[in-house]
Nanobody
Framework: QVQFVESGGGLVQPGGSLRLSCAAS????????IGWFRQAPGKEREFVAA????????NYADSVKGRFTFSRDNAKNTVYLQIKGLKLEDTAVYYC?????????????????WGQGTQVTVSS
């Protein structure tokens, strides 16, 4: 059974940092391209970042470029989203998702497997 589990969310002040993790079980992560999405209260889920099979290619939403960094450790079967310079508008539930294709994608429909999400709240 393919399963993703996100962790690392929490309450942080504006300007703070977090590292979100997405651990995979039931399969080998290096066979999946991974995406991160987020959903703020009252809004639709939106694309945040994506990484290809081997981690050589990444893509970021314009709103997070320069602040979010996506990495993967296939040996640990885990991907990470390092977030710095958090803003109030980054408050959302963050989801990781997987697709069994080598290239990354930025739309929800391209991902077949989803985690349950982890809450990130930015507040002073």
């Amino acid at each position: 059974q393919v399963q993703f589990v996100e962790s690392g969310g929490g309450l942080v002040q504006p300007g703070g940092s977090l590292r979100l993790s997405c651990a995979a079980s039931g399969f080998t992560l290096d066979h999946f391209a991974i995406g991160w999405f987020r959903q703020a209260p009252g809004k639709e889920r939106e694309f945040v970042a994506a990484i290809s099979y081997g981690g050589g290619n990444t893509n970021y939403a314009d709103s997070v470029k320069g602040r979010f960094t996506f990495s993967r450790d296939n040996a640990k079967n885990t991907v990470y989203l390092q977030i710095k310079g958090l803003k109030l508008e980054d408050t959302a539930v963050y989801y990781c998702a997987g697709r069994t294709y080598p290239g990354y994608a930025s739309t929800e429909a391209d991902y077949a497997f989803w985690g349950q999400g982890t809450q990130v709240t930015v507040s002073s």
